[in-house]
């Protein structure tokens, strides 16, 4: 990792770390680009620092969090790895139909499939560039 993508992991844990509760979610989204097993190890580093200096809430906020996002990539690398995965298929047919639809009917397609929304949905979306666009026109 070069110093550049370094300092843009730091500059993106103090985002999280300073933003509204909830709000962690969209930075992310904005952020795609940097969220890898690196960001994961960076907010590791940095939760040590922060406990060696007595910052609990930080420390607990970025191990708690480092977490997640182990988890969150774990569970994307094997949904994008299983080719039988039905739910992964619900996924990318949603994405396409929510591309194809008339403008206005989003909104109605999303509420009659809420059983696909969920965590593993938005990380789908995040991968796949043009629905990332489209859907933050939404």
């Known amino acids: 990792m070069d110093e550049r993508r370094l300092q843009e992991y ?6 999280l770390l300073n933003c509204g509760n909830g709000e962690e979610f969209v930075i992310l989204k904005a952020n795609t680009k940097l969220v890898d097993e690196d960001l994961i190890m960076v907010m ?6 922060a406990e060696e200096t007595g910052a609990t809430r930080t420390t607990k906020f970025l191990r708690h969090f480092a977490k997640q996002l182990k988890g969150m990539l774990a569970q994307a690398t094997k949904t994008f790895n299983s080719e039988d995965n039905e739910r992964h298929k619900a996924y990318l047919e949603l994405i396409e139909t929510l ?4 403008r206005g009917t989003e909104a ?6 809420q059983d696909l929304i969920d965590t593993q ?8 560039p043009i629905a990332d666009n489209y859907l933050s026109d939404i």
């Open 121 to 128: 949905f938005i990380l789908t979306c995040l991968c796949y």
């Open 44 to 49: 590791e580093q940095i939760a040590i620092k």
């Open 10 to 15: 730091v500059a993106l844990i103090k985002q």
């Open 99 to 102: 591309m194809s639809c008339p």
């Open 108 to 113: 109605e397609i999303l509420r009659n499939n």
